[in-house]
T-cell receptor, first 115, second 111 residues
């Protein structure tokens, strides 16, 4: 079956621009997560959706970052006024439920480069 | 907050040799622990997980890990390395629904 997909795979933008990153989770998965992976680091949690609502956005670094999941399936991570420090791989994951023991299935990521 | 520390950012092994990747965790509650593998330009793939029960956990591709509460460790092993094991490996601990990852260990396999 289809896994988690993310588009685009690569995004190059200029400092100050707005970007949107898309995630298509596995069909039927109610839980969706965004992580950010900087070079040489492990992924860091950004936000968790249960259904349509953001149940935990404590990992978003500042108010330039925002994410939505309006119909409980596809999610979009939005970054305003991008900065060079936002350059990273943004990973999306989904799971059947948002619990501690459920496996999270990861997409291939979007590599964002801010020039 | 829970956290993990992976000892060694790079490990080089000969094909057929033992693979040992170290992970120590910090947790105030019984932890749920995971090992993920990341191949170049691919998403993270679950190798194995420990939730409760048997402390020796077997995963895919011949990997296994042992949960040792007294040592707060969850080291990953494979008896005989294969060229296809070259990848980056991440240990993670689950707190509620979110994963906290270590910095990762890159494995290279020498022919």
């Amino acid at each position: 079956g289809a896994g988690v997909s993310q588009t685009p795979s690569n995004k190059v933008t200029e400092k100050g621009k707005y970007v949107e990153l898309r995630c298509d989770p596995i069909s039927g998965h109610t839980a969706l997560y965004w992580y950010r992976q900087s070079l040489g680091q492990g992924p860091e949690f950004l936000i968790y959706f249960q259904g349509t609502g953001a149940a935990d956005d404590s990992g978003l670094p500042n108010d330039r970052f925002f994410a939505v999941r309006p119909e409980g399936s596809v999610s979009t991570l939005k970054i305003q006024r991008t900065e060079r420090g936002d350059s990273a791989v943004y990973l999306c994951a989904s799971s059947s439920e948002g619990t501690s023991t459920n496996e999270q299935f990861f997409g291939p990521g979007t590599r964002l480069t801010v020039l | 907050a829970q956290s993990v520390t992976q000892l060694g950012s790079h490990v080089s092994v000969s094909e057929g040799a033992l693979v040992l990747l170290r992970c120590n965790y910090s947790s105030s509650v019984p932890p749920y622990l995971f090992w993920y593998v990341q191949y170049p330009n691919q998403g993270l793939q679950l190798l194995l997980k420990y939730t409760t029960g048997a402390t020796l956990v077997k995963g895919i591709n011949g990997f296994e890990a042992e949960f040792k509460k007294s040592e707060t460790s969850f080291h990953l092993t494979k008896p005989s390395a294969h060229m296809s094991d070259a990848a980056e490996y991440f240990c993670a601990v689950s707190e509620d629904y979110k994963l906290s990852f270590g910095a990762g260990t890159t494995v290279t396999v020498r022919a």
